[in-house]
């Protein structure tokens, strides 16, 4: 088996990344969701293309994958968010994001389905753990609202069924894909969300330091981010990359309560607990002499 570690920690750097959606949102607070996230694809679709033209590569081989890779990764990257800004429309925050916070579980639970992965007790402990930890952390947020329309939790079970199985057909039937073809899926997906914002928003522009944090917001969590998942799917073990993923809520408030934004308290302590403990569970050997096949 080929050694799975450098492969899976550049998955964890794409986590890292997420970790900064939410002190960056701050900044951002009023912006439309689909206008923002078409312009942060935007930015992360340049940035990743000037890259590729730095070292020397030709433009082209940001376009270039198989008609079922490019379903893959624009279903995945559009999709997820359509559904994902849908069901927050349409139920409660709290109520939506319990739900859609199983993807990283549901990644960890269809590793099972790839070829030569062999899914183990600890995995899928590790990341019940996890969203035991993730959902301490919703919760405190607000209290569950109960009711809201039957789309919108349609939705948010979309939203967590469309992560996890991109992240899976990824694996899958896109591993022969350069991940250079990730600049393509963040254009088009650029493209297909300001559409979408054309027709059901209204546009407001950040404001102030807003437009540096919408720069910051496509170069990382975006362009970057969504580059090194692409990898870590590809390369990494998955199953320790779905429990990790958890991690991202929990260092995304951790710098929420930097920068005053969030209070400390016991409930985000033990979400701490839960998650790491639930990330080292499940990474077992990782960084061992030997890796398990």
Same mark, same amino acid.
């Given at each position: 088996?080929?050694?799975?570690?450098?492969?899976?920690?550049?998955?964890?750097?794409?986590?890292?990344?997420?970790?900064?959606?939410?002190?960056?949102?701050?900044?951002?607070?009023?912006?439309?969701?689909?206008?923002?996230?078409?312009?942060?694809?935007?930015?992360?679709?340049?940035?990743?293309?000037?890259?590729?033209?730095?070292?020397?590569?030709?433009?082209?081989?940001?376009?270039?994958?198989?008609?079922?890779?490019?379903?893959?990764?624009?279903?995945?990257?559009?999709?997820?968010?359509?559904?994902?800004?849908?069901?927050?429309?349409?139920?409660?925050?709290?109520?939506?994001?319990?739900?859609?916070?199983?993807?990283?579980?549901?990644?960890?639970?269809?590793?099972?389905?790839?070829?030569?992965?062999?899914?183990?007790?600890?995995?899928?402990?590790?990341?019940?753990?996890?969203? /035991?930890?993730?959902? =301490?952390? $919703?919760? %405190? @947020?607000? +209290?569950?609202?109960?009711?809201?329309? &039957? #789309?919108?939790? !349609?939705?948010?079970?979309?939203?967590?069924?469309?992560?996890?199985?991109?992240?899976?057909?990824?694996?899958?039937?896109?591993?022969?894909?350069?991940?250079?073809?990730?600049?393509?899926?963040?254009?088009?997906?650029?493209?297909?969300?300001?559409?979408?914002?054309?027709?059901?928003?209204?546009?407001?522009?950040?404001?102030?330091?807003?437009?540096?944090?919408?720069?910051?917001?496509?170069?990382?969590?975006?362009?970057?981010?969504?580059?090194?998942?692409?990898?870590?799917?590809?390369?990494?073990?998955?199953?320790?990359?779905?429990?990790?993923?958890?991690?991202?809520?929990?260092? /995304?408030?951790?710098? =929420?309560? $930097?920068? %005053? @934004?969030? +209070?400390?308290?016991?409930?985000?302590? &033990? #979400?701490?607990? !839960?998650?790491?403990?639930?990330?080292?569970?499940?990474?077992?050997?990782?960084?061992?002499?030997?890796?398990?096949?």
């Amino acid at each position: 088996m080929p050694d799975r570690r450098p492969g899976t920690l550049i998955g964890m750097g794409a986590i890292l990344l997420w970790a900064t959606l939410a002190p960056l949102g701050v900044a951002l607070d009023g912006v439309p969701p689909f206008l923002l996230t078409g312009a942060a694809f935007l930015i992360g679709g340049v940035f990743l293309m000037g890259a590729l033209l730095v070292r020397g590569q030709p433009a082209t081989r940001g376009f270039q994958a198989t008609p079922l890779a490019w379903a893959i990764g624009v279903g995945g990257f559009f999709g997820y968010h359509a559904v994902y800004f849908t069901a927050l429309k349409l139920l409660p925050p709290v109520d939506a994001l319990l739900v859609i916070n199983l993807w990283p579980l549901l990644i960890v639970l269809f590793s099972a389905l790839l070829p030569g992965e062999r899914l183990l007790p600890r995995h899928v402990v590790g990341a019940l753990l996890g969203l /035991g930890g993730t959902s =301490l952390i $919703v919760l %405190g @947020r607000g +209290e569950i609202g109960g009711g809201g329309s &039957l #789309a919108g939790w !349609l939705c948010a079970l979309a939203a967590a069924l469309i992560w996890s199985g991109y992240s899976i057909l990824n694996r899958r039937f896109a591993a022969a894909t350069s991940s250079d073809a990730v600049i393509g899926f963040c254009l088009a997906t650029a493209v297909l969300s300001l559409a979408a914002s054309l027709l059901v928003e209204q546009p407001v522009l950040p404001q102030g330091h807003g437009w540096a944090m919408l720069v910051l917001l496509g170069l990382g969590p975006v362009g970057l981010a969504f580059l090194l998942w692409d990898r870590g799917t590809k390369s990494g073990d998955i199953r320790v990359l779905g429990a990790a993923a958890y991690a991202g809520p929990l260092i /995304g408030t951790l710098l =929420l309560l $930097v920068m %005053g @934004r969030a +209070e400390p308290s016991w409930r985000l302590l &033990l #979400a701490a607990l !839960l998650i790491v403990g639930g990330s080292l569970l499940a990474s077992g050997d990782l960084l061992g002499r030997r890796q398990e096949s």
